[in-house]
């Protein structure tokens, strides 16, 4: 049983990193690449995205105008979906993962697009903020040893949920209708009005629901909207964030085992 875990733990510290398998295709980093992604980009990016990239392309306006969140503006080098600590640029793999997968209700996974091409484009995505020119991400290492799913953990992540007042926001049931989410106080970085997630509903989780992906999130933090990085206060003990993201799991009937 012991040795399971140790086991799975350490495949899951790999994950949290390196979520695809995707090395092979990957071009380099250079100017032809970036032409290659610009070409990709302006046929299937820029309606949301805006020729420069700053989240104004025509598209974009049906997503809601005066409601967060906008096409992401990838000029401001501000990202959502990272394995990296709040602040930092995404690594490569998390930009890999979201191309690939989608953002659900937001945008579409182009996992149609051959692995060469996602490559060439996030490398053009790049190029819109001069922050990739001299920083280098390093995602968080994934804390602890994964957690049997059980009553003990279950108990563990709700004392977790109310001690981190995630209610606040979340609502005692998960169903995204805390008092700061019904004073209307929650906004992004732009000012825009946002909605905390209903966390009954795990298929509309962004940064994914598996987990490994409810853990990222919770490290990581969601940077440019209310939902903070929990990494200072989940490394303190090595099963904190597998409760957590149990407890978070439980909330809805969609993720029974
Ligand atoms: C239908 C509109 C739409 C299209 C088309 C679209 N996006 Fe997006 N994209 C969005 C929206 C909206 C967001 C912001 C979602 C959020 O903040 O929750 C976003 C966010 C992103 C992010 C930021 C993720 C993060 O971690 O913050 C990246 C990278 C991205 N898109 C890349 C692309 C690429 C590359 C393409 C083309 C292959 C593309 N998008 C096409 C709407 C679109
Ligand atoms: C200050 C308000 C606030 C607090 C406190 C907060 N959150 Fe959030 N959380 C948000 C908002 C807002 C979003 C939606 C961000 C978005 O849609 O881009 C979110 C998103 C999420 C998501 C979904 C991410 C996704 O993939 O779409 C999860 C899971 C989550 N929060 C869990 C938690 C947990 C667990 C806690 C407590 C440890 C917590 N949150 C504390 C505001 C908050």
Same mark, same amino acid.
């Given at each position: 049983?012991?040795?399971? %875990?140790?086991?799975?733990?350490?495949?899951?510290?790999?994950?949290?990193? #390196?979520s695809s398998?995707? %090395?092979?295709a990957?071009?380099?980093?250079? $100017?032809a690449?970036?032409?290659?992604?610009?070409?990709?980009f302006?046929r299937t990016?820029?309606?949301?995205h805006?020729?420069?990239g @700053? /989240?104004?392309?025509?598209?974009?306006?049906?997503?809601?105008r005066?409601?967060?969140p906008?096409?992401?503006?990838?000029t401001?080098?501000?990202?959502k979906?990272r394995s990296? +600590?709040?602040?930092?640029l +995404?690594?490569?793999?998390?930009l890999f993962? !979201?191309? @690939?997968k /989608?953002?659900?209700g937001?945008m579409?996974?182009?996992?149609s697009?051959?692995?060469?091409?996602?490559?060439q484009?996030?490398?053009?995505?790049?190029?819109?903020?001069?922050?990739?020119?001299?920083? @280098?991400?390093?995602?968080l290492?994934?804390? /602890?040893? #994964?957690? $049997?799913?059980?009553?003990?953990?279950l108990?563990? /992540?709700? #004392?977790?949920?109310?001690r981190f007042?995630?209610h606040?926001? %979340?609502?005692?049931?998960?169903?995204g209708d805390?008092?700061?989410?019904? #004073?209307?106080?929650?906004?992004?970085?732009s000012g825009l009005?946002i909605?905390a @997630?209903?966390? !009954?509903?795990?298929?509309?989780?962004?940064n994914?629901?598996t987990l490994q992906?409810?853990?990222?999130?919770?490290?990581?933090g969601?940077?440019g909207t209310?939902?903070?990085?929990?990494?200072?206060?989940?490394t303190?003990?090595? %099963?904190?964030g597998?409760?957590l993201?149990?407890?978070?799991?439980?909330?809805?009937a969609?993720?029974?085992p």
């Amino acid at each position: 049983m012991r040795r399971h %875990h140790l086991a799975s733990a350490v495949v899951l510290i790999l994950m949290l990193g #390196a979520s695809s398998p995707a %090395h092979a295709a990957k071009p380099d980093d250079n $100017p032809a690449t970036q032409a290659q992604g610009k070409v990709i980009f302006d046929r299937t990016c820029l309606w949301c995205h805006g020729v420069t990239g @700053t /989240g104004d392309g025509p598209a974009g306006r049906f997503l809601g105008r005066y409601a967060a969140p906008r096409p992401r503006n990838f000029t401001t080098g501000s990202f959502k979906f990272r394995s990296t +600590p709040s602040g930092d640029l +995404p690594t490569d793999q998390d930009l890999f993962r !979201t191309v @690939t997968k /989608g953002i659900p209700g937001y945008m579409p996974g182009f996992a149609s697009l051959t692995e060469t091409e996602r490559w060439q484009v996030i490398t053009y995505v790049k190029s819109f903020s001069p922050a990739f020119l001299v920083e @280098t991400p390093v995602s968080l290492p994934l804390t /602890g040893t #994964a957690t $049997p799913l059980g009553p003990e953990s279950l108990d563990r /992540g709700r #004392a977790l949920y109310e001690r981190f007042e995630c209610h606040t926001c %979340h609502g005692v049931e998960g169903w995204g209708d805390g008092p700061v989410a019904q #004073a209307g106080d929650l906004r992004d970085v732009s000012g825009l009005q946002i909605q905390a @997630t209903d966390l !009954t509903r795990p298929s509309s989780f962004k940064n994914g629901a598996t987990l490994q992906d409810l853990i990222r999130t919770l490290l990581t933090g969601l940077d440019g909207t209310p939902m903070p990085s929990y990494a200072s206060r989940l490394t303190g003990t090595d %099963h904190d964030g597998w409760d957590l993201a149990h407890y978070i799991r439980s909330l809805s009937a969609e993720s029974a085992p």
